[in-house]
């Protein structure tokens, strides 16, 4: 009996190409600076290449492909045991989940009956999963294989949508490459409704209406006023509710297991809060009012999905303190993830009890913004006398320094109650350039991981 994984990853998580130009990560220097391939990237007829395993010197899926290969699931096996499911993460995730089927089609093919066929999904990859499981669209006689699926495993998925999305839309969130305009014009175009079916449903109460009238009601987004005010894509919005609607844990088929990791001890977008009471004086929808806001809730999540979010009621979950980005990176999901692939202990690592792990909530910021940081102590203590070093590892053009440069040192104490987390809130650099952060005593690191940081000038 031979056990497979099909990895999906999130949204921005795949490679773009105009025929054999990649126009999707883009340049070491488009990460600092604005994005000069929107032209083709609003292209609806690129073609998906891999997975991203890694951006300039950042680290991306690599070192989860690399942990599925020590647990024994080979993508170069003959047959493979693991497959990537690249997408195109600006369209419909319906069409993702029609790639999914494809590949859960070839390892019933290629292993036979007896194969066990795990998802593991991070981010949106997990609702693209959701829907290939509970749609009712596939079953095991148009999908060979649909029966062979035993777990889908998702890493920081926002079940029932994430607040920031909707930010996203409005304009108001940078991402990876991308200043908040750009996002945004991603998000206004009818062949792109992703973003969209990252909001959360109807059935989610987190948009408030502020009109003091009004009490705090939660405002529907999916009500054409409402989505005049926001400025959302009519289209889009269908779109995401026709995606949600087909969601429901119920349908799930019987023997599947689903397991959510959640993404905690961030400051994350929770909720969003606007008047909605703004009308013209024909009393029609006031596009033109005062734009609505996320608010950010310390502890609320990853910092990009909401706890409350991220699990599903009734199913098996994991909370791990930890950033959206690189959750699936952290000790605890590594070493639960190996279990629930049968591999009990294989990705477990030495805890070194003196170590502290950095997590940015943040992956692209703006020079000199105020950005939370949480480190996380292997043991609880009640001493500490550290140094957060920052050095710069590329010049403002993107390129890598020949001698990373350290920048500058931040000392931090603390003495009182034995605590197992610290927030903190530092500046950014002040130029373009991407940083890594070290935790240092006397000169020594103790840092379990080195956290990067892109400054990108808007």
């Known amino acids: 009996m031979a056990e497979t994984v099909v990895f999906v990853p999130g949204i921005m998580g795949s490679q773009l190409y105009l025929e054999n130009d990649i126009i999707w990560p883009g340049t070491p220097a488009e990460l600092l600076f604005p994005y000069q391939k929107m032209g083709q990237l609003l292209n609806p007829n690129l073609r ?3 997975i991203i395993r890694s951006v300039s010197i950042a680290n991306q899926y690599a070192s989860l492909i690399a942990a599925f290969k020590q647990c024994g699931f080979d993508e170069k096996a003959t047959p493979a045991t693991l497959i990537v499911c690249p997408y195109d993460w600006r369209k419909d995730n319906r069409l993702a989940a029609e790639l999914l089927a494809e590949h859960v089609k070839k390892l019933r093919v290629d292993h036979g009956v007896d194969v ?6 991070h981010s949106m990859g997990g609702l693209v999963g959701r829907y290939f499981l509970e749609s009712g669209i596939y079953t095991e006689a148009n ?10 495993i998702t890493i920081g998925t926002p079940h029932r949508g994430a607040p920031l999305a909707l930010c996203a839309a409005m304009g108001q969130i940078k991402r990876l490459f991308l200043n908040a305009q750009q996002v945004k014009q991603i998000a206004d175009k009818d062949d792109f409704p992703a973003l969209y079916q990252l909001m959360p449903p109807k059935s989610e109460p987190y948009l408030w209406n502020t009109d003091p009238e009004a009490r705090l009601e939660p405002a529907n987004l999916y009500e ?12 889009n919005l269908a779109s995401a509710e026709a995606f949600h609607s087909a969601l429901d844990t119920t349908k799930k088929p019987k023997g599947i297991v689903y397991f959510c990791f959640i993404g905690t001890r961030q400051n994350t977008i929770c909720n969003v809060q606007g008047n909605f009471a703004f ?8 596009v033109n009012g005062p734009r609505p806001e996320g608010v ?12 409350w979010s991220a699990s599903i009621a009734g199913m098996q979950q994991l909370a791990v303190g930890g950033d959206h980005g690189t959750l699936y990176k952290t000790p605890e999901v590594l070493r639960t993830l190996g279990a629930l692939l049968g591999k009990q202990g294989v990705l477990s690592s030495e805890i070194r009890p003196d170590h502290v792990r950095i997590s ?9 913004s105020k950005q939370p940081v949480v480190l996380f102590f292997n043991q609880p203590t009640g001493h500490l006398d550290v140094e957060i070093v920052v050095v710069k590892l590329t010049g403002s ?9 350290v920048i500058s040192r931040m000392p931090v104490s603390y003495d009182g109650a034995p605590i197992d987390t610290l927030g903190l809130t530092i500046d950014a650099p002040q130029f373009a350039g991407v940083y890594e952060f070290d935790i240092q005593v006397k000169g020594i690191s103790v840092v379990e991981n080195h956290a990067k940081l892109i400054v990108q000038l808007d």
């Not at 066990?116 to 999904?121: F, K, L, Q």
């Not at 009308?279 to 006031?286: E, F, L, T, V």
């Not at 950010?296 to 706890?307: E, F, N």
Request: charged residues 30%; contains cysteine; negative net charge.
């Open 296 to 307: 950010d809730i310390a502890d609320g999540g990853d910092g990009t999905v909401p706890s």
């Open 224 to 235: 054409d006023d409402t989505a005049k005010v926001l400025g959302l894509n009519a289209k």
């Open 360 to 368: 940015m909530r943040d992956e692209v910021v703006s020079p000199q």
């Open 116 to 121: 066990v066929i795990n998802i593991v999904a």
């Open 397 to 405: 053009d993107g390129n890598e320094l020949a001698a990373p440069s």
């Open 143 to 152: 999908c060979q294989g649909f029966e062979q699926v035993r777990r889908l």
């Open 48 to 50: 998906v290449g891999d």
């Open 279 to 286: 009308k013209d004086g024909n009393g029609r929808a006031y």
